[in-house]
């Protein structure tokens, strides 16, 4: 089996790594955000993953009851989404707000979308809909501050140019967002407002000519990708979309976003490995790979690049109770995290001076990173289904490096830090005991192992074995300068 080679001058700094990964995650259903599970799971990705804001659909739905209709007068009680977000800033996070899905009291139909019911029709009134959305935003504007409410986000509605989402057309939609975001900037013109929240990179250049032609407020652009999204034909499973992509399709898509973006920020609100609710990749090593492979190539490219989910207490079809049921999230319905969750926390060590390397292979990518006294080293191996993977030997070659005081690396794969092939091994029991899930937590576990290495003149060398769909990461401490 022939090494892999990478070689890299930690003197030659290429640029910034901007960490957009950390920047939002999404939840399911607004009102999950009540349950004590959901806020625990949520603390936990804030203080180990470094998230800052969350985004979630039905904030608006009749269930958290911002606005029902009672003796055919609307009634506004804003309480429940006002403890929604008390918590997200007790925990030191905020909200990207979208905007849905509509009150029934003001819908125009009764088309529904999801397990909860969330009307996806354009309001029947135009002057109710302002009604509302100027007493929202002026009543969070007094409750939390100007100040505060300026930092957050507020997108209008989620994925428009899908039917399942909007019954309407492209122009209704921008007549919705004109009238939203001019309803949003007479309560503060410095509160942030954005669209069009499309499905893969749809309606962006529509939306800002739109914008541009009736002078309409966009502080940002936000949309959604999937590597499966139109790939394959209709009825194909995932593994067949999967087949049909494009190795760094994400990121041609990012680029292609940019491009139509022009000066505005981009934030993809919703991305992962796939858009099936129940793709066992998911809870597999496969998921990490592709993570930390995806969100490196697009960081600089983004303002933000918000993973969907953080956990799988999730409801758009069904609440399931399998631990491991291929579910978006980066934690199980028991907060076991998956590989997921650990491609994100190795993320988050990173520093943010890149260094530039040397190298090219089918399935390995290589990016190094420079923070103080140390040097991260991400490795990653990655395949669609289908297309050759097999292990490799990786060596890395540092020159102009000074002499290390320790090296050890931290893998995610098959063998390391699994906690469903543990679960597997156990006879995949769908309800958990305490002895089992503590054993399922134990296996998600990243251990560290010290690495051996060889230095000669000022360059040092590495050599790591990785598996198929693995994720390593290299971490070297360097002696300081006055040693």
């Known amino acids: 089996m022939p090494e892999v080679h990478f070689f890299s001058d930690v003197t030659e700094e290429t640029g910034k790594l901007n960490h957009s990964w950390k920047h939002t995650v999404g939840s399911c259903h607004a009102l999950l955000a009540l349950r004590a599970d959901w806020q625990a799971q949520m603390e936990l990705c804030h203080r180990e993953l470094g998230f800052e804001y969350v985004r979630f659909h039905g904030l608006l739905c009749d269930d958290v009851g911002t606005l029902v209709i009672h003796n055919n007068q609307p009634l506004y009680s804003f309480f429940n989404a006002d403890c929604i977000i008390d918590y997200l800033l007790s925990i030191g996070m905020k909200p990207f707000i979208e905007l849905s899905f509509m009150p029934g009291g003001l819908a125009s139909g009764k088309t529904t979308v999801f397990h909860y019911r969330g009307n996806v029709t354009p309001p029947r009134n135009y002057k109710d809909w302002v009604r509302f959305i100027s007493k929202l935003i002026d009543h969070w504007a007094k409750q939390y501050g100007i100040k505060e409410v300026r930092k957050w986000f507020f997108e209008v509605w989620n994925e428009p140019n899908l039917k399942a989402f909007w019954t309407g057309t492209m122009k209704e939609y921008f007549k919705f967002y004109a009238h939203t975001a001019a309803a949003i900037k007479d309560i503060d013109h410095g509160f942030r407002v954005g669209g069009p929240a499309t499905a893969n990179n749809g309606w962006i250049e529509e939306f800002l000519e739109f914008c541009e ?105 069904y609440f399931p109770s399998i631990p491991f049921h291929g579910g978006f999230g980066l934690l199980t319905l028991h907060g076991i995290r998956k590989p997921s969750y650990r491609a994100f926390e190795l993320l988050n060590r990173l520093g943010k001076i890149l260094l530039h390397v040397d190298g090219i292979h089918e399935t390995v990518d290589c990016r190094i990173i420079k923070s103080s006294n140390l040097i991260h080293i991400l490795l990653t191996n990655h395949a669609y289904p289908t297309r050759p993977i097999e292990k490799e030997t990786i060596t890395i070659h540092l020159r102009n490096c000074r002499r290390p005081e320790a090296i050890y690396c931290e893998m995610i794969d098959e063998d390391h830090a699994n906690s469903r092939r543990k679960w597997i091994e156990m006879g995949s029991p769908e309800y958990l005991s305490s002895m089992q899930l503590q054993k399922l937590q134990d296996a998600s576990e990243i251990v560290p192992r010290k690495l051996r290495w060889t230095t000669q003149s000022n360059q040092v060398q590495i050599s790591v074995p990785l598996l198929p769909h693995s994720v390593a990461l290299i971490t070297i401490n360097l002696k300081s300068v006055h040693d």
């Open 213 to 317: 032609e009736q002078q309409i407020p966009a502080d940002f652009i936000s949309t959604h990708h999937y590597p499966t999204d139109a790939f394959g034909q209709p009825g194909d499973d995932t593994v067949k979309q999967l087949a049909a992509s494009r190795r760094s399709v994400l990121r041609e898509q990012v680029q292609d976003a940019c491009r139509k973006s022009g000066s505005k920020e981009l934030y993809y609100t919703e991305w992962n490995s796939s858009s099936n609710p129940r793709d066992q990749m998911h809870d597999e090593p496969y998921s990490a790979a592709f993570i930390a492979k995806t969100v490196l190539e697009v960081d600089s490219f983004v303002h933000g690049y918000s993973y969907w989910t953080f956990s799988d207490i999730f409801e758009e079809n």
